[in-house]
């Protein structure tokens, strides 16, 4: 059985990622990219689906963990009566074939130890051929697939697996690497261990030495960066929601998707969390994958591309793995990235024009790439959608899909008069009046002044307080105040946000669908900052930081019951908005840097 989902740690290279137990097995890894089939896909199924553990024999009396200063260099320290050991995990980003390298250090007295490497290709199905070459390293094959460990430790095979027993004294260090490539390719050439962990903890020091972020709680929000970071695909820029699949939003339920994706605007909230923080480069090679993958008709835009750009997201079922504590389907692939998602042109414009605003140069076809996109959604802004949440089924006219038009010709009109672009200004001033006033008579309820969900509706959902943030109406609105005071009644439970209304009980759901969802509480976090609530907001805050594990990872979702943490892990929507609620609560405390409206606060 996996460990709680909370219990695990990220270790990645910019190419792929690695979730690692407290009790040191590595239990999912798609190799060699995030949307990759996985080798090790214990998180869903058992041992037999993948997994590398390397572990005390004896069972230790204490075991705890960090990393490494501002990397993203795992420590699990182990205590056990004979001694102790440290177990030091990374990736280091050289750009090339992906290895783990996994270093057993020495602290004190003897301690033996076991390693047990299950490799199963093709998320759990492949069992590959493994054979020892002349120089001792095992070579594991199978179709185009191949992983090589090096280790001095002797190895052999036992029911398919690879095991080993070794000692390790104070004052030693004993390497594992493993290294990925594909399998018609020559063998990868060994690499320095000493030299990969040095180099990785120069990569990691210097990329976070570039923050910028002023507030308290710098380690926990370091941490949220390192992770966004960790979630870009560095030879695209593209950047994933996380790197896992399935993990569900309610324990043994069915809402079990694949996040190993670009979702246009999870990355977007992305770049404008880490340029806030003082990452550039990241936010230009965003944008060049950005203009690749929406390249041609504006009308086949997609919500969501693969690492490379690709459009075709097919969603399966993978049928022999269990799943996360017996959740299924496990599903692969994503069917949203064919839904209307309205709300995306609103979130790339006002990236846009944040990063104009923050003189990033941007490609010159740019605001000709806009022009098109708001020639296309001029046509298109009152058609229904399957809105922020990606609700199956029929469209509706979600009302935070229709603001989220609003801010598209918002930015456009406010990018052409303050950089001087031509564009028909009179044509999208009359649009934004337009959609303004449809929003405001169609999806406004004057009876118990709130906003609702959608046109029609008489329930709620939590992305409404956005509307602020992205200055739609000024906080002290009535309709937002109302809004605010609708949500605190119906939409929190024990101290969380839900994302959907518990009142709305859909023929194919059973309340309650899934946990609270960590970015909506802290988005409700924002919107008291905005209405100068401040001691609500750092309440909702700190509340949330608290539940974060041990090394500062956060889930989608919370289980309040259960007190788990759900849904995919990590989760950059839940560090997006956990790092904008710092900055918000800072500017706020500073009022010389003025809280900034935009769509992803």
């Known amino acids: 059985m996996s460990s709680l989902i909370e219990d695990y740690a990220l270790i990645g290279d910019c190419l792929t990622a690695a979730l690692v137990s407290r009790t040191g097995s590595i239990d999912w890894l798609c190799w060699p990219c995030f ?16 997994r590398w553990q390397i572990f005390p024999k004896a069972k230790p009396r204490a075991s705890s963990r960090r990393y490494r200063g501002e990397t993203l260099i795992l420590e699990t320290q182990f205590e056990c009566d004979s001694g102790v050991v440290t177990l030091i995990d990374f990736m280091p980003p050289r750009g090339e074939a992906s290895d783990i390298v996994r270093l057993v250090r020495g602290e004190a007295g003897t301690v033996t130890m076991g390693m047990e490497l299950v490799l199963r290709f093709g998320s759990g199905t492949n069992i590959p051929w493994v054979r020892k070459l002349h120089d001792g390293t095992t070579l594991a094959v199978a179709g185009p697939d191949m992983v090589v460990l090096r280790t001095p430790v002797k190895t052999h095979g036992e029911k398919m697996t690879t095991v080993a027993e070794f000692e390790v004294k104070a004052g030693e260090t004993v390497p594992f690497v493993l290294t990925y490539d594909a399998s018609h390719l020559p063998v990868p050439r060994p690499i320095d261990v ?20 002023k507030g308290k709680h710098r380690e926990l929000i370091q941490r949220s960066l390192i992770t966004l970071k960790a979630l870009t695909y560095a030879p695209t820029g593209g950047i994933v929601a996380a790197p896992t699949t399935s993990l569900p939003e309610k324990l ?39 203009l690749r993958a929406v390249a041609g008709a504006p009308s086949d ?73 708001l020639k296309h959604l001029a046509k298109i802004w009152d058609l229904p959608d399957s809105g922020l949440w990606e609700r199956r089924g029929p469209g509706r006219h979600y009302v935070f899909s229709k603001v989220m038009c609003w801010v598209a010709f918002d930015r456009g009109i ?61 906080p002290t609105d009535s309709k ?48 008291y900052v905005l209405a100068g609530r401040l001691d609500e907001a750092r309440e909702l ?57 935009r769509a992803a606060k």
């Open 252 to 290: 043994g339920g069915a809402r079990n998707w694949d996040y190993r994706y670009c979702w246009l605007r999870d990355a977007t909230f992305t770049l404008l969390a880490l340029m806030d923080s003082g990452y550039r480069d990241e936010a230009v090679a965003w944008h060049h994958w950005l």
């Open 414 to 474: 406010t990018s052409a008069e303050q950089f001087g672009y031509r564009a028909p200004l009179a044509e999208w001033r009359a649009l934004r009046e337009t959609i303004h006033a449809d929003i405001c008579a169609n999806g406004f309820d004057p009876v118990v002044n709130t906003f609702v969900e959608s046109y029609g509706a008489q329930t709620l959902d939590a992305s409404l307080l956005l509307l602020p943030a992205v200055g739609f109406l000024p």
């Open 194 to 213: 000493d030299d990969a962990l040095a180099g990785t903890e120069e990569f990691w020091t210097d990329w976070s030495s570039r923050s910028t972020f």
């Open 480 to 527: 937002i105040v109302g809004t605010i005071a609708a949500i605190e009644q119906h939409l929190m439970r024990d101290g969380f946000v839900l994302r959907h209304d518990p009142r709305e009980i859909r023929p194919d759901e059973a309340e309650p669908i899934e946990g609270a969802f960590l970015a909506c509480t802290l988005w409700l976090a924002d919107a």
């Open 301 to 373: 835009m997609q919500i969501m591309y693969g690492i490379m750009g690709q459009r075709r997201l097919l969603e399966w079922e993978a049928d022999w793995l269990p799943g996360y504590e017996g959740a299924r389907p496990v599903r692969f692939g994503n069917a949203a990235h064919a839904q209307l998602q309205l709300d995306v042109y609103g979130e790339l414009m006002d990236v846009f024009h944040q990063s104009r605003a923050m003189k990033i140069e941007l490609d010159g076809e740019t605001w000709a790439v806009e022009l098109e996109f």
């Open 541 to 597: 805050f700190l509340r949330v930081a608290g539940i974060a594990n041990d090394v500062g990872l956060l889930a989608e979702e919370y289980d309040s019951v259960a007190k788990r943490q759900t849904g995919n892990f990590p989760q950059a929507l839940t560090h997006i908005a956990l790092i904008n609620t710092a900055q918000n609560i800072y500017a706020a405390l500073h009022p010389a840097k003025p809280v900034v409206q």
């Open 35 to 50: 949307d990759s089939d996985a080798c090790f896909a214990a998180l869903l199924g058992s041992r037999d689906h993948g």
